[in-house]
């Protein structure tokens, strides 16, 4: 059967790759960095240069199709999801980590198509290791498929979050109530990468049974949703239901149970959404 898509996918791997020796490279210069919404919400010249080189390529191949990506929208590019086929680009994942040489920084590239995800790209660039997921085909770390951890107990869980970037005192709250409550059940450890789209890899990988987070952007989690869902993991939003990828909050787990039982613990809130302006 012939695969519409593959074109595509293939070429984000490919420019993926390509910008994360971007990335490498840069690590070895001086990283000048400039903030975004918050003092700690931080960005290098290096972000927008690798979200140039993956949009320019792109658009050399396939002119009709439309882009969000971090930094065109720090630039005041509309955040729109649209049916027409779209790349979800977060040039670096882990700016913070990048900054400071923390080894887990990731190119994150998803493709959406009548606003359902076809196809998802991770480059953990400083560990190389290249996650894809097409719908429908299953998942792949440097081409080995993954599966989501088979626990049930949420004792026996080790549970991926961050604090992310908002130092506003009643979000660090929500944040800090969550942890208390899921440290407390108690789980075997709490762990985060840095880096949205990993931390995704990691549930996807089985390394640990779930991420939740308040406060991240689509272009965070749109690649590694779908290799979630791909290596036989769930998607919700922290308060149950269905998932939003522009309300800025995600629940991936391994099972509903593990799931479930996050969702009673979790303290929930709820930041400006991404398509705000779209949507009033
Ligand atoms: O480093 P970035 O792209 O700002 O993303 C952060 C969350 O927004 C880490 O996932
Ligand atoms: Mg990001
Ligand atoms: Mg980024």
């Given at each position: 059967m012939v695969d519409i898509w593959q074109n595509a996918m293939d070429h984000a791997v490919t420019i993926a790759r390509r910008a994360g020796e971007v990335v490498r490279e840069a690590l070895h210069e001086d990283r000048k960095v400039m903030t975004k919404?918050?003092?700690?919400d931080l960005v290098t010249q290096t972000d927008q240069k690798v979200e140039q080189l993956i949009i320019q390529s792109v658009k050399e191949k396939f002119p009709t199709h439309r882009f969000i990506g971090e930094e065109s929208v720090a630039a005041g590019e509309v955040c729109e999801l649209t049916d027409s086929p779209t790349w979800i680009i977060?040039?670096?994942?882990?700016t913070t980590n990048f900054v400071h040489t923390f080894p887990f920084v990731a190119v994150s590239i998803g493709f959406s198509v009548n606003k359902q995800s076809e196809f998802g790209v991770v480059y953990s660039c400083l560990e190389d290791k290249m996650f894809t997921a097409r719908r429908g085909r299953g998942a792949f770390c440097n081409d080995q498929p993954l599966s989501v951890s088979d626990q049930e107990d949420i004792k026996q869980s080790v549970i991926a979050t961050e604090f992310g970037s908002s130092r506003d005192p009643e979000a660090v709250n929500n944040i800090f109530t969550s942890l208390r409550n899921i440290v407390s059940l108690p789980i075997h450890g709490v762990r985060g990468a840095g880096s949205a789209a990993i931390n995704l890899c990691l549930v996807a990988s089985g390394c640990v049974e779930a991420y939740y987070e308040i406060g991240i952007h689509v272009w965070d989690i749109a690649a590694g949703s779908l290799i979630v869902t791909e290596a036989g993991g769930i998607l919700l939003d922290v308060e149950g239901g269905p998932v939003d990828l522009m309300s800025r909050r995600i629940l991936a787990a391994n099972n509903t149970t593990i799931a479930d039982r996050l969702i009673r613990e979790i303290q929930s809130f709820s930041p400006p959404r991404d398509d705000e302006e779209v949507t009033q």
């Open positions: 919404s918050s003092s700690v977060d040039p670096i994942d882990g």
